[in-house]
């Protein structure tokens, strides 16, 4: 979605989780982890979402991805970095053994 909103023409590669593409020698080249996704970029591997999503904000001409305004950055960042351990429960509930709080200033 990062390229489509920059506006740069790319070309998508099927990778089938279930048959485990990502662990062919051929995709571990690219990316030695076999995690999805990756992007290549004249020639070069960028892997894991939200360095590729700030890659191609700073590498492509367009819209800027991140706003301006710190907190809104922030937000979109924290929307990049899910935390399954808290999904449902905000600060203060108990989630298993562990406590979690969120702060407001």
């Known amino acids: 979605m ?4 920059k506006g740069v023409k790319w070309t998508s590669r099927y990778i089938d989780l279930f048959k485990f593409d990502q662990m062919k020698p051929e995709y571990i080249a690219l990316n030695p ?3 999805v996704p990756t992007l290549v970029h004249d020639g070069k591997p960028i892997c894991e979402s939200t360095i590729i999503n700030e890659y191609i904000d700073a590498a492509f001409e ?3 991805l ?3 305004d710190p907190l809104r950055a922030a937000r979109i960042q924290s929307d990049q970095h899910p935390r399954p ?3 449902g429960h905000r600060g203060g509930e108990r989630h298993g053994r562990h406590h979690h709080q969120c702060c407001r200033y």
């Open 66 to 68: 991140v706003p301006a």
């Open 62 to 64: 367009g819209p800027k």
């Open 85 to 87: 351990w808290l999904r």
């Open 2 to 5: 990062a390229l489509e909103e």
């Open 33 to 35: 982890d076999g995690v």
